[in-house]
């Protein structure tokens, strides 16, 4: 199966420094990565991944989500300020002062690469994927719309 993708090359998609930490952060979370593109994918699409039966369009659209869901999922860890580093929005005139994101830019960041990585997958997800497209997309879950619905009528 060519899921997980190899480390090095998420850090190359993604335009990030090749640092130990966030190698270190993305090898924690792959496994979780694959569970989540399995629980969102069509049950035919997923038994062909995990055979190897799959064309290069599938393969690099998965490569894409995955590497944006891995970002998505680590943002958080990867934003923590240790010694000067994290996700830095902007740097000052001497470079003596650097500023973070907020959780709310990463709260955005996340949806963002979220929306984004289904996206890639879009004709290979199930329900459980268009569900929760819909849900990071437009910010209400089916299950709640239709709770709602049922104590209106």
Same mark, same amino acid.
Not at 59 to 85: R, V, W
Not at 106 to 117: C, G, H, M, P, V
């Given at each position: 199966?060519f899921?997980?993708i190899?480390?090095?090359e998420v850090v190359?998609?993604?335009?990030?420094?090749?640092?130990?930490?966030?190698?270190?952060?993305? *090898?924690?979370?792959?496994? /979780?990565?694959?569970?989540?593109?399995? %629980?969102?994918?069509?049950? =035919?699409?997923?038994?062909? @991944?995990?055979?190897e039966?799959?064309d290069?369009?599938?393969?690099?659209?998965?490569?894409?989500?995955y590497?944006?869901?891995?970002?998505?999922?680590?943002?958080?860890?990867?934003?923590?300020?240790?010694?000067?580093?994290?996700?830095?929005?902007?740097?000052?005139?001497?470079?003596?002062?650097? *500023?973070?994101l907020?959780? /709310?830019?990463?709260?955005?960041?996340? %949806?963002?690469?979220?929306i =984004?990585?289904?996206?890639? @997958?879009?004709?290979?997800?199930?329900?459980?994927?268009?569900?929760?497209?819909?849900?990071?997309?437009?910010?209400?879950?089916?299950?709640?719309?239709?709770?709602?619905?049922?104590?209106?009528?």
């Amino acid at each position: 199966m060519f899921l997980p993708i190899d480390t090095a090359e998420v850090v190359k998609v993604l335009n990030l420094n090749n640092d130990d930490r966030i190698i270190a952060t993305f *090898e924690q979370h792959s496994d /979780r990565i694959v569970l989540l593109l399995e %629980r969102f994918s069509d049950s =035919e699409t997923w038994n062909n @991944i995990v055979a190897e039966s799959v064309d290069f369009e599938t393969q690099k659209s998965y490569k894409y989500a995955y590497c944006y869901l891995l970002l998505s999922s680590t943002i958080q860890f990867l934003n923590f300020k240790t010694i000067g580093e994290g996700i830095i929005k902007t740097t000052g005139f001497d470079n003596q002062s650097t *500023e973070l994101l907020t959780g /709310r830019e990463i709260e955005d960041n996340k %949806r963002s690469l979220e929306i =984004e990585a289904l996206e890639m @997958i879009y004709e290979y997800l199930g329900n459980r994927g268009i569900d929760r497209l819909r849900e990071i997309k437009h910010g209400i879950a089916k299950t709640k719309q239709q709770a709602s619905r049922a104590c209106v009528i």
